[in-house]
């Protein structure tokens, strides 16, 4: 017999599972750290006792987890549904999840904390994560957000507490019916057994509901985690995602998905960057077309409201709208600007240890690099749909901050946040897109002014136009060699020439700003954050990192892998470099600077292993770099040898070796699928992803334009994670930074040709 024979009186679907559906009465469990003047986030049913928090547990037997994290294809959803069911003693089949709402009790503390310069005047004091400032400023304004791989540290240990006093109260609900000890049983499988003694926990949810759970909560000695071997790997997974079904079979509902009664579609015009203002447009040239609901003009932009969105983009491109401003933006100047600034722009110091200055008066070797803008390129453009009422508006949308994206729904339409209902949806791709919020303004002041419910959907070109870039960066590195050492590091010097992007950033999350306001008020401020990852992962005894701040004409913003993953192009192009210059092998040289970093040691010979290195020599077309993220006690690590050759076609990868360690592996087929995914996007980044602006316009507008890898370009992506036992880190952005210089390296072994450029060939040959 197993735990569906002990659930109760009703049958379970799978559907319901999925969808995390509650039948019947019902149990939410709180934990001994939940905040009191919280209300729960958790709307009861009939007959269900409300305990606040972040499980419930049905009379049917059914888990549901609270997740408050976008799933944006990356897993997190089944990640962090793992971590409950390993905790509470539930069967996989039991489990459902369900989408939190903004509130104080999710909040994510640690991203907070990292993101203290955004939002603190006093970051120094704010960015423990164990700090009460953190912590208030991420309860008070129901910080949650999806972004910087910080899900399993913000989640995971909540997650594990409130898991372990729900199956406390089980067993001392199964306890007290038997007249034992409730430590005595044992709770495996969905089912509490004593002996011969045993209830599912459908049957003890009622019973569990009035007692207190033990205060601290009794956590398992071993949290979630699965043995990341290679013979393992072949394996179906103990916990497969709880998404894909859905996925495979076109249900699961995306921002663009969702359908409501009387729901009409919009699509949109923004003016071009330098000219944002409306001026004009031809309401003539769509006099009595059919399906025409209502023209909306703004400031800033011109919609179209209609029974289709085909027939909203067509009167759009029928309407002609004419922006005006101060002047259209020309791409090409700024980035001369970027590479100009090394030699005119006043510099901030970011990090200094020892004396880098001192001994680079006169460096050894020194190279620019530079990264252009990238976009997102997410597979659903900005989508959001919008109800109001006159006195309630509904919000249907992906955000990676949803409370943020609430209020700023509601400013915009003069209403209160506590007016805003705001339903989260599943990403169809993101890459820190959906951080940005101005479609759902839009949406809702597009629902204000038509009455109906209403579907925004942009267009692709608005898409690259609108959502800011991944900031372009010139940067300049220098290095001096201890004489007579074999090309031993004396001192590095980074000096990074960018917009202050994250603070920019900042401003608009945090300050609801304009792309334009935003810019301006980080114009000349030092950015620690921009910096991130500048530091090279080698011990190094005398490093400075500069930031040079430059003001550029169009906004910038984050994407995957983020600041560590341009600065690791930046290192591990010009480490290869050093090698070279010292006559070594790439590989050895590494591995001389990490005799005090064993994992990262570990992590490079078990890639060079993998692809059978051959020491990097001109014509075998082998690549290599590492890349560490997080703490160097913590955090992970992956090494990359990368085979790639130079063809009438352009760059051709057609091998990927990857050693990982992430420290403990919560879920092993979900790791290997982030890491397999973050290489190709690396690899998209290192041939393509790039636009420029002409008038003010993306070019190009397309997908089609931008150089993406297709299926049949995907090389052979071989991975080898590190057993561990250290703290768990999300592996998503891993894959994104080591890609791209492992690849630059692989083509200078393969041509004899160094490319300092992202995308590669962008520089001509």
């Avoid at 976009?375 to 990676?400: F, K, M, N, P």
């Avoid at 002014?449 to 991944?470: A, D, H, K, N, Y």
């Avoid at 590195?477 to 007579?484: C, D, G, N, R």
Wanted: proline share 8%; charged share 20%.
């Amino acid at each position: 017999m197993d735990w569906r024979d002990k659930l109760g009186d009703f049958p379970v679907t799978r559907r319901q599972l999925v969808a995390g559906a509650l039948v019947g009465g019902g149990l939410a469990v709180a934990w001994w750290l939940w905040p009191r003047h919280y209300s729960s986030p958790l709307a009861p049913g009939p007959d269900e006792r409300d305990f606040g928090g972040w499980i419930t547990i049905g009379r049917d037997g059914v888990v549901t987890v609270a997740v408050p994290q976008l799933e944006m294809g990356q897993g997190i959803t089944t990640v962090l549904a793992q971590v409950v069911a390993v905790e509470l003693g539930a069967d996989w089949r039991q489990i459902a999840v369900e989408p939190a709402p903004p509130s104080g009790l999710y909040a994510n503390i640690p991203l907070a904390a990292k993101w203290a310069p955004l939002w603190s005047n006093l970051p120094a004091f704010a960015s423990d994560p164990d700090s009460r400032l953190a912590e208030n400023f991420a309860r008070k304004s129901a910080f949650i957000a999806t972004a910087d791989g910080m899900s399993l540290s913000g989640y995971e240990t909540p997650l594990r507490e409130a898991a372990a006093s729900a199956r406390a109260l089980l067993a001392m609900a199964a306890a007290a019916r038997w007249g034992v000890d409730w430590e005595e049983c044992e709770v495996e499988r969905g089912l509490v057994r004593h002996g011969e003694q045993e209830l599912g926990f459908g049957k003890l949810a009622e019973a569990a509901a009035e007692l207190e759970p033990p205060d601290p909560p009794p956590l398992k000695v071993e949290p979630a985690a699965e043995d990341p071997s290679p013979i393992e790997a072949e394996l179906a997974p103990s916990f497969p995602r709880l998404d894909l079904p859905a996925k495979v079979d076109g249900s699961f509902l995306f921002a663009g998905d969702i359908r409501l009664p009387g729901m009409v579609y919009a699509s949109i015009r923004h003016g071009p960057l330098g000219n944002t203002d409306l001026v004009r447009f031809d309401t003539k040239a769509i006099s009595g077309l059919k399906g025409l609901v209502a023209v909306v003009k703004s400031k800033r932009y011109l919609a179209v409201v209609a029974e289709s969105w085909w027939i909203a983009e067509q009167a759009l491109k029928s309407m002609r709208p004419v922006f005006g401003g101060p002047g259209s933006v020309e791409s090409v100047a700024a980035l001369e600007a970027l590479e100009a600034a090394h030699e005119t722009t006043d510099l901030e110091r970011i990090v200094e240890v020892g004396d880098a200055d001192g001994l680079l008066a006169r460096p050894d070797h020194a190279e620019t690099y530079m990264v252009a803008p990238a976009v997102h390129a997410a597979i659903e453009t900005a989508s959001a749909t919008a109800r109001y009422d006159g006195t309630t508006l509904e919000l249907w949308i992906a955000a990676q901050a949803p409370e943020l994206t609430r209020r700023a729904a509601a400013k915009a339409i003069g209403i209160s946040p506590q007016d805003v209902v705001l339903y989260p949806t599943a990403a169809g791709g993101s890459f820190d897109a959906r951080l940005e919020r101005r479609h759902a303004i839009e949406a809702a002041q597009i629902a204000e002014q038509i009455g109906r419910p209403v579907q925004l959907t942009w267009p692709r070109v608005q898409e690259f136009q609108s959502i800011p870039v991944r900031t372009p960066v010139s940067a300049r590195l220098e290095a001096a060699f201890v004489p007579t050492s074999g090309g031993r590091i004396a001192a590095w010097r980074t000096r990074l020439a960018m917009p202050a992007t994250v603070r920019e950033f900042g401003n608009r999350l945090f300050d609801n700003m304009t792309a334009e306001a935003a810019a301006e008020r980080s114009e000349g401020e030092a950015d620690v954050l921009a910096c991130e990852g500048a530091v090279p992962p080698y011990p190094i005894e005398n490093v400075a990192i500069d930031h040079l701040p430059v003001s550029l004409p169009f906004p910038t913003g984050r994407m995957r892998g983020n600041a560590a993953a341009y600065n690791a192009f930046f290192t591990e192009s010009f480490i290869d470099e050093l090698a070279e210059r010292a006559g070594r092998d790439p590989f050895l040289y590494r591995m001389e600077m990490l005799g005090q970093s064993p994992r990262m040691a570990d992590t490079l010979r078990r890639a060079t292993r993998l692809a059978s290195w051959d020491g990097g020599r001109r014509g075998t077309g082998q690549g290599l770099a590492m890349v560490r993220m997080g703490s160097p006690d913590g955090g992970g690590r992956i090494a990359c040898v990368a085979q790639a050759s130079l063809g009438e076609g352009g760059v051709r990868v057609t091998k990927l070796h990857a050693a990982v360690d992430i420290g403990r592996v919560v879920n092993h087929d979900i790791a290997r699928q982030q890491i397999e995914g973050g290489l190709i996007f690396g690899l998209s980044l290192a041939t393509g992803s790039s636009i420029a602006y002409e008038d003010g316009k993306p070019v190009p507008n397309r997908l089609s334009g931008l150089a993406l890898p297709t299926l049949a370009d995907c090389p052979e992506i071989v991975i080898e994670f590190v057993t561990g036992d250290g703290p768990a880190f999300d592996p998503g952005e891993l894959g994104v930074a080591v890609a791209p210089p492992a690849i630059a390296n692989a083509l200078y072994s393969a041509t004899g040709v160094r490319f300092r450029r992202l995308p590669l060939l962008s520089e001509g040959l």
